[in-house]
């Protein structure tokens, strides 16, 4: 069974940091691109980071550029986004997600696997 499971959520104040982690069963990420995304209420869900199952290139959002750090571990199957210097605006649920459609994408239609997402809420 595919299945994604993201941890590490919680309240932080702004200027801190937080490391989010995703585990995955039922597929090697090294095999698809694998991405975080967010979203915050009344908002659309909006791509954060990926890492391209092609060349293992990694792409962020303007918006996060300097602050945010994706990485994998491909022998634990397991996605990590770095968040550091964090601002209210990045409260939002945050999700991984996988796909095997692309190789890389911040379209959330194309994505096939997500896992339930974990509430990063930043104080000000």
């Known amino acids: 069974e595919v299945q994604l499971q993201a941890s590490g959520g919680g309240l932080v104040q702004a200027g801190g940091s937080l490391t989010l982690s995703c585990a995955a069963s039922?597929?090697?990420?090294?095999?698809?691109?694998i991405a975080w995304f967010r979203q915050a209420p009344g908002k659309e869900r909006e791509g954060v980071s990926c890492i391209s199952s092609s060349d293992g290139r990694t792409y962020y959002a303007d918006s996060v550029k300097g602050r945010f750090t994706i990485s994998s571990d491909n022998a634990k199957n397991t996605l990590y986004l770095q968040m550091n210097s964090l601002k209210p605006e990045d409260t939002a649920v945050y999700y991984c997600?996988?796909?095997?459609?692309?190789?890389?994408?911040?379209?959330?239609?194309?994505?096939?696997?997500w896992g339930q997402g974990t509430l990063v809420t930043v104080s000000s």
């Open positions: 997600a996988a796909t095997g459609w692309v190789e890389a994408s911040f379209m959330p239609q194309e994505y096939d696997y």
């Open positions: 039922g597929f090697t990420f090294g095999d698809y691109a």
